[in-house]
């Protein structure tokens, strides 16, 4: 968070550390941070991560997202574009130019103690941990991500507001 403050890189926490976030507390083990940033910004943020000791990693395809890894802990980086409506879209890859959630970036952000960081909203973290053994055909739903719907659709719950 920190190197993209400084490099003025947006970026918003998804996954596990986002709910995590959202409610307060970590209510599990991670085994990586997940980001989303603008395509645009890849080549700051790369440079930025570099010089900061981080080494890059295998991942998804060019332009879709940035794996990286520093002292055993990985970083993703998924790149977000816009399209010609200007709704967000997925920047590259195979899907390049399938929309995210309508709402994904309207989220605050969470925090856990002094630590605060923008946030995917809690409805667009649903759909996605939802929706992704279909978008990602062969992965199978992860019984951490069905405690996390289960999770964040209580959070929804308690706030009032429509998971769906």
């Known amino acids: 968070m920190a190197i993209a403050k400084t490099l003025g890189v947006e970026i918003w926490l998804r996954g596990g550390w986002a709910m995590d976030l959202l409610i307060g507390e970590p209510t599990r083990d991670h085994e990586d941070i997940d980001w989303f940033a603008w395509s645009a910004d890849a080549a700051t943020l790369t440079r930025g991560l570099l010089r900061s000791g981080y080494e890059p990693l295998s991942g998804p395809a060019a332009g879709q997202q940035l794996d990286f890894g520093k002292q055993g802990e990985e970083s993703s980086f998924a790149l977000?574009?816009?399209?010609?409506?200007?709704?967000?879209?997925?920047?590259?890859?195979p899907w390049a130019g399938e929309r995210w959630p309508e709402d994904m970036l309207e989220g605050s952000s969470g925090?856990?103690?002094?630590?605060?960081?923008?946030?995917?909203?809690?409805?667009?973290?649903?759909?996605?941990?939802q929706m992704m053994p279909v978008w990602a055909l062969g992965r199978p739903r992860r019984k951490k991500d069905a405690d996390d719907i289960t999770r964040l659709a209580a959070v929804l719950q308690e706030q009032h507001i429509c998971p769906q």
């Not at 977000?80 to 890859?93: Q, T």
């Open 80 to 93: 977000l574009d816009k399209d010609r409506l200007d709704r967000v879209v997925v920047a590259g890859g």
């Open 111 to 129: 925090r856990i103690g002094a630590l605060r960081c923008g946030i995917i909203s809690p409805r667009s973290q649903i759909e996605i941990k």
